[in-house]
């Protein structure tokens, strides 16, 4: 079985600028959650989809992160304009269904903001 | 008050001692708690997941659950060096999202 695909791995971008990162979760995995792990802290949630519709965002940036899953299936996060605060590692996780805690997690996409 | 909170660490035992990790939640309708482990540079993977009162063990991990106390935590026994990760304690709330700790780092001396 295929695990959860992230891309980019690694990110460097300026300050002000914009950025998206892509995730497939597991085939046949109804939920999908982006966290953000700023170093030496635990992942922060930012959304989570059930299918294409959104359970939680309320720790999301709404002004300036935007996520969304069409179809279901594929993420994707974008942050616009970008912060230095921003620097972090955004992880994408997906489980069959909400509320089991167990969490497949990708390999995440480790954002640098200059 | 955060609604996960973990011993701060970092905590070190020589090898084959017994690990300690402790947490607390916020949350009193909290359900369902997890631990996980993270190597560094590498994502959170499940180890543990408990649900009722009491005691739960695999191999040598036993979680412990008292939710009169908001109280979570993992005993790691026969510690190894391999077991020389980050720890993260997971708790679901009521809506079923899922909000970790800041977790403790374990290093286990050979």
């Known amino acids: 079985e295929a695990g959860v695909a992230q891309s980019p791995r690694y990110k460097i971008i300026e300050k002000r600028q914009s950025v998206a990162f892509w995730c497939n979760p597991i085939s046949g995995h109804a939920t999908l959650y982006w966290y953000q792990q700023i170093l030496g802290q635990g992942p922060k949630l930012l959304i989570q989809f059930q299918n294409n519709g959104v359970v939680d965002d309320s720790q999301l940036p709404k002004d300036r992160f935007s996520a969304e899953r069409l179809k279901g299936v594929d993420s994707t996060l974008k942050i616009q304009p970008a912060k230095l605060e921003d620097s972090a590692v955004y992880l994408c996780?997906?489980?069959?269904?909400?509320?089991?805690?167990?969490?497949?997690f990708g390999e995440g996409s480790r954002l640098t903001v200059l | 008050q955060k609604e996960v909170e973990q011993n701060s660490g970092p905590l070190s035992v020589p090898e084959g001692a017994i690990a300690s990790l402790n947490c607390t939640y916020s949350?009193?309708?909290?359900?369902?708690f997890f631990w996980y482990r993270q190597y560094s540079g590498k994502s959170p993977e499940l180890i543990m997941s408990i649900y009722s009162n009491g005691d739960k063990e695999d191999g040598r991990f036993t979680a412990q659950l008292n939710k009169a106390s908001q109280y979570v935590s993992l005993l790691i026994r026969d510690s190894q060096p391999s077991d020389s990760a980050t720890y993260l304690c997971?708790?679901?709330?009521?809506?079923?999202?899922?909000?970790f700790g800041a977790g403790t780092r374990l290093t286990v001396k050979p």
């Open positions: 997971a708790v679901i709330k009521n809506n079923n999202d899922m909000r």
């Open positions: 996780a997906s489980s069959r269904t909400g509320g089991t805690g167990e969490l497949f």
């Open positions: 949350d009193r309708g909290s359900q369902s």
